[in-house]
């Protein structure tokens, strides 16, 4: 068992202890170097059983982890394979698990129980829409942690796989009894998405009424049964969870997270209390139809109903399973309230931009949202640019999109008139503002590089690009925006010195100028990407290799454009 002080792989200095299982003890640790906060989870061989078929199976968990990012998730650092033991790297989520939470409080209350059902159905449902899916299989209190903040976040990955449509079963039972569906039981099916939901079902039904359902008599009662103070349609979403034949369960995340978002849908008392409020409303609206003044009544509810209806398309396209489910529901949204930001930013973010790349398609897709007539009368677009601080913060997002991650030879061309938008702006952040204005240069750099006018001169000043080009690469990039934005700013800057080195040395960049920008983003290489560079992210050690070379490449060309080729 390590000590307090004990330094792991020369970096991570352990601070204290913070948790034992059966097979493993995670401490709180410190890289000294990063002043960065992580948990380390050790397997020692000389106490466990079995070593390699447990460190098996923490390579299964280590691997899944590194593919996923969700908010509810915590994210593997480094993977460590000592003399004498084993260690997992990850993210130090501060609080206590859910187990804990009720052992001290009992039953919790059914507003809580809710939003944490709504945060977990969404990341279940992220991790359904993996290509293969994943399906967790061993929800349950102890493996969710309840953040001070109120969120909670989903650990312990060692049951969970990727689905595979040709297997009929699975061979093995995985899970905890009480809360593990019947199909997990080997023999009876291969689990899917709707396993987890069964899960589900059973942790909330455990923080609802306080009975753990694997604890005698194992058979979990409708939940009124233990509080009649709860409600009858959180009660039937529940007992639908956790049907045993899969097929009478929710099928979908989606399907679900619409279920917790309207949880009274089904409560009798709820829906009498409403007919009672109608009624109440009808007559003055009758009254106020012979006024002649019932139309701001009727256009109160048609609002109310579209309000409803986007939340829920929303919530769908969060939880869809296919990404052409996903931006279709994304789509509805804005159609229904074509004036909010939220559809538009998370059909660019989440349905377009989750895989780093931009297509031409996707861009297709995106002018075809904003060009439709959600209304009937103006196109999503008109709609949206009346809302000046959405319209903004979606225009600045669109032009990142464009310039960094546009697949096309026209990204910045295309990303421009974004750019000029956000860089007009007065509800953005400054450093947002600063950025949209260099960037709106350089784009418009790109539409004019290679012409020249009428005398003959060319249309673009390369000192002048050559001013903002280093600009944006400026400060410790991955702090101020992320490692992705980094790299992609950096490679901008080696690429245009191959493409250009002789036209920035025509019009006054000197040598040293070059080359000290050159030295500045290699050394950001070296010391703003310490994380990522020896740890799980592989794409990241990737980029960096890449980058590396094209630096050597920009040196080359400098050397060359300054008539310093080295011979030989």
């Not at 059966?22 to 059983?49: F, H, I, L, P």
């Not at 399907?255 to 409020?277: G, I, T």
């Not at 789509?331 to 930001?341: D, E, T």
């Not at 493409?499 to 500045?520: I, P, Y």
Request: proline share 3%; net charge negative.
């Amino acid at each position: 068992m390590l000590k307090t002080g004990d330094l792991i792989d020369g970096k991570y200095r352990i601070l204290r202890k913070v948790g034992q299982g059966g097979m493993s003890v995670v401490y709180m640790a410190v890289n000294e170097r990063a002043n960065k906060t992580w948990a380390v989870k050790e397997v020692r061989k000389d106490g466990t059983q079995n070593f390699e078929v447990v460190k098996r199976g923490l390579i299964v968990e280590t691997d899944l982890l590194k593919k996923l990012h969700h908010p509810n998730l915590p994210s593997i650092i480094d993977v460590i394979d000592g003399n004498g033991a084993f260690f997992v790297v990850m993210d130090y989520i501060e609080g206590r698990t859910l187990e804990s939470v009720l052992e001290e409080y009992g039953a919790l209350s059914q507003e809580h129980v809710i939003d944490w059902g709504k945060q977990l159905c969404s990341v279940l449902g992220y991790l359904h829409s993996r290509k293969p899916p994943i399906i967790y299989r061993d929800m349950k209190p102890s493996n969710v942690m309840l953040k001070p903040d109120g969120n909670v976040v989903l650990v312990d990955f060692g049951t969970a796989r990727e689905y595979k449509s040709a297997v009929i079963e699975d061979t093995v039972c995985l899970g905890t009894r009480g809360y593990a569906a019947p199909e997990q039981y080997g023999g009876r099916g291969q689990t899917d998405a709707r396993t987890d939901i069964y899960c589900l079902g059973a942790t909330m039904y455990h923080l609802l009424t306080g009975h753990n359902p694997s604890q005698p008599p194992y058979e979990l009662y409708p939940v009124r049964r233990w509080n009649p103070g709860l409600s009858v349609g959180v009660e039937a979403i529940i007992q639908k969870c956790t049907q045993q034949n899969p097929e009478d369960r929710y099928q979908t995340c989606a399907e679900l997270m619409y279920a917790l978002e309207n949880p009274f849908l089904e409560d009798v008392k709820y829906r009498k209390e409403q007919r009672s409020k109608f009624f109440l409303f009808a007559v003055p609206a009758v009254l106020a139809v012979v006024l002649g003044g019932c139309a701001g009544g009727f256009y109160g509810l048609e609002t109310s109903a579209a309000r409803s209806s986007y939340e829920a398309c929303i919530a769908a396209a969060k939880n869809s399973v296919e990404k052409e489910e996903e931006i279709e529901n994304y789509k509805r949204a804005i159609c229904l309230r074509p004036s909010k930001s939220e559809g538009y930013l998370r059909l660019l973010q989440d349905g377009f931009l989750d895989d780093g790349i931009f297509t031409a398609e996707e861009s297709e897709q995106l002018r075809s949202a904003l060009i439709a007539y959600g209304n009937g009368r103006d196109t999503n677009e008109t709609v949206f640019r009346q809302n000046r601080r959405g319209y903004d913060e979606f225009s600045y997002e669109a032009g990142i999109a464009y310039y960094y991650f546009f697949e096309e030879k026209e990204n910045k061309r295309n990303a421009k008139n974004y750019f000029e938008t956000a860089a007009a702006s007065e509800y953005l952040e400054v450093n947002q503002i600063e950025r949209a204005k260099r960037l709106y240069t350089i784009s418009d750099y790109y539409s004019r590089i290679g012409i020249v006018d009428e005398t003959g001169d060319a249309a673009v000043s390369f000192g002048d690009y050559w001013g903002d080009l280093t600009a944006l690469s400026q400060g410790n990039l991955v702090e101020m925006d992320n490692e992705r934005t980094a790299l992609i700013v950096y490679r901008e800057l080696a690429a245009q010195i191959v493409s250009h080195a002789a036209d920035f040395k025509r019009d006054g960049v000197t040598e040293e100028e070059m080359m000290r920008e050159l030295a500045n983003a290699k050394a950001h290489l070296k010391t703003d990407f310490q994380e990522y560079d020896t740890g799980s992210r592989e794409f990241i050690r990737e980029e960096i290799t890449a980058l590396e070379k094209m630096f050597m490449q920009a040196e080359h060309m400098v050397r060359s454009a300054f008539g310093k080729e080295e011979q030989g």
